[in-house]
């Protein structure tokens, strides 16, 4: 009963990160949602724009979350191993689905626009082996094309892969040191910037929604970031006031926004790396302030892996069809009402989702973890009494 009541407090401190993951999955439900839609007011047009970079709020709130969970299983057996399992069984089921989703959904569009079912040219086999094995993060032709966003998912399984290492070198080799970790991160985002200019040499260049941008390699600075102020804020012992907070916030926030409507390419490489600037005095703001953790943002947010896989069909693909055919007074309306619909429709889809694959993914890899702690200990314990 102790035990329970003390789970239970310690997810009541963590309402941020829910909270948090649900204004990353709005955000992208806005952008994709807005990109159906015409006519849209320029205020609404970059409030909507900016909701690409909900992604980049969840890869924040991934490092953060994965930080905090190696703490807290700092002494357990296995950990590298366990780590991975945890990982696949969270990620790749649902994604799964979501790739036979949309293979049916692709071969039903074949039949309304060619007149019988066909397979996509996109679904070759480097294309859909890349995808199953959670590996299309570096293979540009399966990037974001077998499953709509599931770039993202590439770019994370490639943080995970480099995430323990990260750790260890971060808290033990560096010692939590606040100089060595600023230093760590700096050097981090330098090789970054050095590896986008050495390809851009070879004409690989970046630009918004290309290979280059996706990329671990520039992305890894937002994860960068996180994880430094993770450690950063186990060390510091002030806060910054919630005013100063709060204009850092805004001011990388329309930073991110500047330079995406500059209209130079080379200014994408640190639109995700600003914004995450931005994202982590959000989280600060978010701890500060318990009432901001509404209980709908934090419900939303407990779904939204799920509802960032799903909410293509809706945002994209229903919401295409449907805004050529139901004119509303303006384009702004437009977008408010079909926002609403794919962000409802979504959410409720999702709940089933969580309840009938994510639950019994995560429960099934805890069931694997639990045979290993079996299956490893036991001997020792064997042992030990001969001893005895």
């Given at each position: 009963m102790?035990?329970?009541?003390?789970?239970?407090?310690?997810?009541?401190?963590?309402?941020?990160?829910?909270?948090?993951?649900?204004?990353?999955?709005?955000?992208?439900?806005?952008?994709?949602?807005?990109?159906?839609?015409?006519?849209?007011?320029?205020?609404?047009?970059?409030?909507?724009?900016?909701?690409?970079?909900?992604?980049?709020?969840?890869?924040?709130?991934?490092?953060y979350t994965l930080?905090?969970?190696?703490?807290?299983?700092?002494?357990?057996?296995?950990?590298?191993?366990?780590?991975g399992?945890?990982?696949?069984?969270?990620?790749?089921?649902?994604?799964?689905?979501a790739?036979?989703?949309?293979?049916?959904?692709?071969?039903?569009?074949?039949?309304f626009?060619?007149?019988?079912?066909?397979?996509?040219?996109?679904?070759?086999?480097?294309?859909v082996?890349?995808?199953?094995?959670l590996?299309?993060?570096?293979?540009?032709?399966?990037?974001?094309?077998?499953?709509?966003?599931?770039?993202?998912?590439?770019?994370?399984?490639?943080?995970?892969?480099?995430?323990?290492?990260?750790?260890?070198?971060?808290?033990?080799?560096l010692?939590?040191?606040?100089?060595?970790?600023l230093?760590?991160?700096?050097?981090?985002?330098?090789?970054?910037?050095?590896?986008?200019?050495?390809?851009?040499?070879?004409?690989y260049?970046?630009?918004?929604?290309?290979?280059?941008?996706?990329?671990?390699?520039?992305?890894?600075?937002?994860?960068?970031?996180?994880?430094?102020?993770?450690?950063?804020?186990?060390?510091?012992?002030?806060?910054?006031?919630?005013?100063?907070?709060?204009?850092?916030?805004?001011?990388?926030?329309?930073?991110?926004?500047?330079?995406?409507?500059?209209?130079?390419?080379?200014?994408?490489?640190?639109i995700?790396?600003?914004?995450?600037?931005?994202?982590?005095?959000?989280?600060?703001?978010?701890?500060?302030?318990?009432?901001?953790?509404?209980?709908?943002?934090?419900?939303?947010?407990?779904v939204?892996?799920s509802m960032?896989?799903?909410?293509?069909?809706?945002?994209?693909?229903?919401?295409?069809?449907?805004?050529?055919?139901?004119?509303?007074?303006?384009?702004?309306?437009?977008?408010l009402?079909?926002y609403?619909?794919?962000?409802l429709?979504?959410?409720?889809?999702?709940?089933?989702?969580?309840r009938?694959?994510?639950?019994?993914?995560?429960?099934?890899?805890?069931?694997?973890?639990?045979?290993?702690?079996?299956?490893?200990t036991a001997?020792?314990?064997?042992?030990?009494?001969?001893?005895?």
């Amino acid at each position: 009963m102790v035990l329970q009541q003390n789970v239970e407090c310690y997810r009541m401190k963590l309402k941020f990160i829910d909270t948090t993951r649900g204004i990353a999955i709005l955000m992208v439900i806005l952008v994709h949602t807005s990109q159906q839609i015409n006519d849209i007011d320029l205020i609404s047009s970059i409030v909507a724009g900016y909701g690409q970079m909900g992604v980049q709020l969840f890869f924040i709130v991934s490092a953060y979350t994965l930080c905090l969970s190696s703490y807290r299983r700092d002494k357990e057996s296995l950990p590298l191993i366990k780590f991975g399992i945890r990982r696949y069984f969270r990620i790749a089921p649902a994604y799964y689905l979501a790739l036979l989703i949309y293979l049916l959904i692709s071969i039903i569009i074949s039949k309304f626009h060619e007149g019988e079912f066909n397979l996509p040219d996109k679904y070759t086999f480097e294309n859909v082996l890349t995808n199953i094995f959670l590996l299309h993060g570096f293979y540009p032709p399966a990037n974001n094309n077998i499953v709509p966003g599931g770039w993202s998912i590439g770019t994370e399984m490639a943080f995970y892969a480099l995430f323990p290492l990260l750790f260890f070198i971060i808290r033990f080799k560096l010692k939590s040191s606040l100089r060595y970790i600023l230093f760590f991160v700096i050097a981090g985002i330098l090789c970054s910037q050095f590896m986008i200019y050495f390809l851009g040499q070879f004409n690989y260049n970046i630009s918004n929604n290309n290979f280059i941008y996706f990329n671990i390699i520039n992305q890894l600075p937002v994860f960068l970031i996180c994880m430094g102020y993770f450690f950063l804020k186990r060390q510091l012992t002030f806060q910054i006031n919630w005013k100063l907070n709060f204009l850092f916030f805004v001011f990388f926030m329309i930073l991110a926004i500047y330079l995406g409507y500059s209209g130079v390419d080379y200014y994408f490489s640190f639109i995700p790396l600003i914004s995450s600037l931005s994202f982590v005095f959000l989280i600060e703001l978010f701890q500060k302030f318990d009432f901001l953790n509404q209980k709908i943002l934090i419900r939303i947010g407990q779904v939204s892996f799920s509802m960032y896989l799903i909410h293509f069909i809706f945002a994209q693909t229903i919401t295409g069809f449907l805004a050529t055919r139901v004119v509303f007074i303006n384009g702004t309306i437009s977008l408010l009402i079909f926002y609403l619909f794919s962000v409802l429709i979504t959410f409720g889809f999702s709940l089933l989702s969580e309840r009938y694959i994510e639950k019994p993914s995560v429960k099934y890899g805890k069931k694997i973890i639990q045979k290993l702690d079996h299956r490893f200990t036991a001997p020792a314990i064997t042992q030990n009494r001969k001893i005895n």
